[in-house]
């Protein structure tokens, strides 16, 4: 069990350019999702995926955000047309859900964007 | 609509003293819950989880919570604190659905010596 990975763990960038972060999760977990988090407050649902299957989208979601998982390991998580209302902690998870139902979330350490 | 609340944000306690943090939670969510904590420039590490085998959890680093339907709270306990609990805790439950977890504000803990 080597954690979830995020890359890159920091992203700077221009308003209205676009970036893209990776998650690789816990090798064979089935779920994996995307929170945002800003600062002071908790993480926030964006969407997840079951295998390659993008099951379920927040409002939060905006058309510029587009989050793939091919094949069901990895995943990104793209923004396009960068806003300063961007800039937050993007933070990927995952879970096994063959072994409980409420098997726990298992988080990686963020990328951190900031969009000046 | 499902929610978890932690009431207090900031939670300042002397090292060795009793650590309490507070989670309510809306009376609709399923009963499992869970208590992670943070440290600064990390993600979110599981201290602990209620899925309703018994209502004293017990978690890691001495921490425990006690789930009490009655008054729907699932708030987390140390008896004594160390400088190193000093981080952002979040108590979380699922959404209506049950496919993802919704998560507190979080409460900042801090520990003086």
Redesign the interface.
């Known amino acids: 069990d080597t954690g979830v990975s995020q890359d890159p763990r920091h992203k700077i960038t221009k308003r209205g350019q676009n970036v893209t972060f990776r998650c690789d999760p816990i090798s064979e977990h089935n779920r994996l999702y995307w929170y945002r988090q800003t600062l002071g407050q908790g993480p926030e649902f964006l969407t997840y995926f079951q295998n390659e299957a993008q099951l379920e989208k927040s409002r939060l979601l905006s058309d510029r955000f587009s989050a793939e998982r091919p094949k069901g390991s990895f995943s990104t998580l793209e923004i396009q047309r960068t806003e300063q209302g961007d800039s937050a902690m993007y933070l990927c998870a995952s879970s096994d859900l063959r072994s409980s139902y409420n098997s726990p979330l298992h988080f990686g350490n963020g990328t951190r964007l900031t969009v000046t | 609509a499902q929610s978890v609340t932690q009431l207090g ?1 900031h939670v300042s306690v002397s090292e060795g003293a009793l650590v309490l943090l507070r989670c309510n939670y809306s009376s609709s969510v399923p009963p ?1 819950l ?1 208590w ?1 904590v943070q440290y600064p ?6 201290l602990l ?1 209620y ?1 309703s085998a018994a209502t004293l959890v017990k978690g890691i680093n001495g921490f425990e919570a006690e789930f009490k339907k009655s008054e729907t709270s699932f708030h987390l306990t140390k008896p004594s604190a160390h400088m190193s609990d000093a981080a952002e805790y ?1 108590c ?1 439950g ?2 209506q ?10 409460t900042t803990l801090s520990v003086s010596s």
């Open positions: 944000s499992y869970f992670y420039n990390q993600g979110l590490q599981l989880k899925t979040f979380a699922p959404n659905a049950g496919t993802a977890l919704i998560f507190g504000k979080g």
